[in-house]
């Protein structure tokens, strides 16, 4: 029996039967990709203190009642920083989840698995709808197993870029349907742009970078729709999808863009972390980033002649119960995307990383593999449709993953006290370390100490004929009942026979609002830090410090709120047409 005779005539939706196969061989391909973690602890990347601590930031703040949190508490020592709101939420979010079921040391592997069984299944998703059942549940375990995920998931640990990249197959899906290139099956465009807006905005709310590839990703679809079908209807349609999208995402794409001026975002490209250091095989005065670059730069060497390999192989597939035209366009659609990868991973492309909007914010020009892994995982399940190469590229295929995991696990840091280290320093009060670009503006985090009290009391002036240390004892003198200390809000009494400087252990920003006796005033700040210090007259003084949602962040709900609202009324609109259509 070949596999052409598993196919699904006419398109016809795929059963349960297969969806059950197709999670479970990505969750199979999610457990060898994790195997490595069962003998030798949690893989160590460049990303895990940061993920780690913003899981366990985000759950201890769940359990004060913050539901969406914004502030980060422990950063910066117990300074914080205002890292969720520059940082997609749903990353944070899942891990902080996950440590409520499982202990705080398999939270990094459930993740993974759970993330890579869903890009399985989103790889399948795609390839179902042009493939036989049995071809696309290969390329749901190529997917899943990708090269680029191996790299992910051992060297960098970027728990983010894996739940984005988790879904990109389904939003390449959505754009050839929503653009027309592919036969929507519902024969609904109002469907078709609102199951495409959710998949691009969920994109973005895992991972900013992964947000950027996808949008000049699907831009470029629907640039080569309007070519194809020499019409501009696909524009309009494709600016619809991504108007929703980016309005579903609102909520926090506006205030990230619009308080990117109060922090010091341009840290997010300094040295070593521009494009123009990350291009393939580029080398710097960094003996470390060099050894990785070259690394990362030979995993999309290997990915790349995969896809071309795969892809060739795909090209000469016939798959008759789909449809030529359909593969064709497809075939075309997924070339394109991985030529244009290619280029913008090596230096020639220097000049679109300068000009092209937001570009450079992807860093590290070999992210691109991302978009490459999506051609990959179908030319690869196309591929296992022609008898001559099935067993053939099933063994390259095998070979390529096992050869890249092996030697990725060993060149690979394997520590599993990351997290435990992180939560003993909450625990005692001292925090972690904070983030370059996520500093509030005037601020030099790394002058902050890395152990310091939450309320330090001095006096506001050194009074004149008297030693510091009688002053210093009276300010000492001074008390200071705290009511409440939470992440984003931090009350307390003052009681005091001199005038006072308060140093609080919180960086200003604009979004805190600070109240004395029930009267708003403007902290002041210590010399080399944003710290937050108030000047306190005598007497008896009751002192709040609230983090508010400022104007940017309530526009950006309310835009949410209506892309909502637009997105139930496509589908509502969409399914009355399918209910009309009916005999």
Not at 495 to 519: C, F, K, M
Request: charge should be neutral; aromatic fraction near 12%; proline fraction near 6%.
């Amino acid at each position: 029996m070949t596999f052409s005779e598993h196919s699904n005539k006419n398109g016809a939706p795929t059963g349960s039967r297969e969806w059950l196969l197709a999670l479970s061989v990505s969750l199979g391909a999610a457990l060898l990709v994790v195997a490595p973690f069962f003998w030798l602890g949690n893989a160590s990347g460049h990303d895990i203190a940061f993920h780690a601590s913003s899981w366990l930031d985000v759950a201890g703040q769940w359990r004060e009642g913050i539901f969406l949190p914004r502030w980060t508490e422990w950063a910066n020592h117990g300074f914080g920083e205002p890292r969720f709101i520059f940082y997609p939420p749903l990353s944070w979010m899942l891990g902080a989840a996950l440590s409520f079921v499982v202990p705080w040391n398999a939270v990094p592997g459930v993740f993974i698995v759970m993330v890579q069984t869903m890009a399985g299944a989103c790889a399948f998703a795609l390839a179902r709808r042009f493939l036989p059942d049995k071809a696309a549940l290969f390329g749901a375990g190529c997917y899943a197993a990708n090269p680029y995920t191996l790299l992910v998931v051992y060297m960098r640990s970027d728990f983010a870029e894996l739940l984005s990249c988790a879904l990109l197959p389904l939003v390449v899906l959505t754009a050839l349907q929503l653009c027309g290139l592919v036969e929507n099956r519902r024969r609904s465009v109002p469907r078709a742009m609102a199951l495409f807006a959710v998949a691009f905005a969920v994109v973005w709310l895992s991972n900013a970078p992964a947000g950027v590839l996808a949008s000049y990703s699907v831009a470029l679809i629907f640039a080569w729709a309007v070519f194809e079908r020499k019409s501009l209807q696909p524009l309009w349609r494709g600016a619809g999808g991504l108007a929703l999208g980016f309005g579903l995402a609102g909520f926090y794409l506006l205030p990230a863009a619009y308080e990117q001026r109060w922090v010091n975002i341009s840290q997010a490209l300094s040295s070593g972390l521009q494009p123009s250091d990350n291009f393939l095989y580029t080398t710097i005065s960094d003996p470390e980033h060099n050894v990785f670059n070259g690394i990362a730069s030979s995993v999309a060497v290997l990915l790349l002649a995969m896809t071309v390999i795969a892809g060739i192989a795909a090209r000469r597939t016939s798959v008759q119960e789909q449809g030529r035209d359909e593969a064709k366009k497809l075939w075309r659609v997924l070339l394109l995307l991985c030529a244009a990868a290619a280029i913008l991973m090596i230096r020639p492309s220097s000049f679109l990383w300068i000009h092209l909007p937001k570009l450079r914010f992807v860093q590290f020009p070999w992210r691109w593999m991302a978009i490459v892994a999506v051609p990959y995982a179908y030319f690869s399940a196309a591929a296992m449709v022609r008898k001559r190469m099935r067993w053939i590229w099933c063994v390259v295929v095998l070979a390529a993953v096992c050869g890249t995991a092996t030697f990725l696990v060993k060149k690979a840091w394997w520590d599993s006290d990351d997290i435990p280290s992180l939560q003993e320093a909450v625990e005692n009060d001292q925090g972690f370390e904070g983030t370059d670009e996520y500093d509030p503006a005037g601020d030099d985090h790394t002058n902050l100490p890395e152990k310091a009290p939450r309320i330090r009391i001095l006096p506001a002036e050194e009074p004149e004929g008297v030693a510091p240390w009688e002053w210093s004892g009276s300010a000492s003198q001074a008390e200071t009942p705290v009511d409440r200390w939470s992440a984003e809000e931090k009350e307390f009494r003052v009681t005091s026979l001199i005038s006072l400087r308060v140093e609080l252990r919180v960086l200003d920003y604009p979004a805190w609002r600070v109240t004395v006796n029930g009267q708003m005033v403007r902290p002041e700040h210590a010399e080399t830090t944003s710290q937050m210090v108030l000047l306190l007259p005598s007497g008896w003084q009751h002192v709040k410090v609230k983090f508010v949602r400022t104007q940017d962040r309530k526009l950006g709900i309310a835009i949410s709120v209506l892309s909502v609202l637009t997105l139930l009324a496509l589908l509502n609109a969409g399914g009355l047409r399918l209910l009309s259509a009916s005999p």
